[in-house]
């Protein structure tokens, strides 16, 4: 199989397109997690306060 390689217009640097999808695998990997992380904490918050409404009315 021959391998894909890019040059970079800016430092003329070549790269495997190898290289380069598990870099931006990686990086989108990270803003998921991120974007899960805050998920979760909205949720932590909604319990708690959906707890104390309902605490309250009793």
Do not use: D, G, R, W
């Amino acid at each position: 199989m021959n391998k894909i390689i890019f040059t970079c217009p800016n430092c003329n640097n070549t790269y495997s397109a190898n290289v380069m999808l598990h870099k931006i695998l990686k990086e989108k990997e990270q803003k998921y997690q991120e974007e899960l992380k805050v998920k979760e904490k909205l949720l932590e918050e909604k319990y708690k306060l959906l707890s104390k409404l309902k605490e309250k009315s009793l």
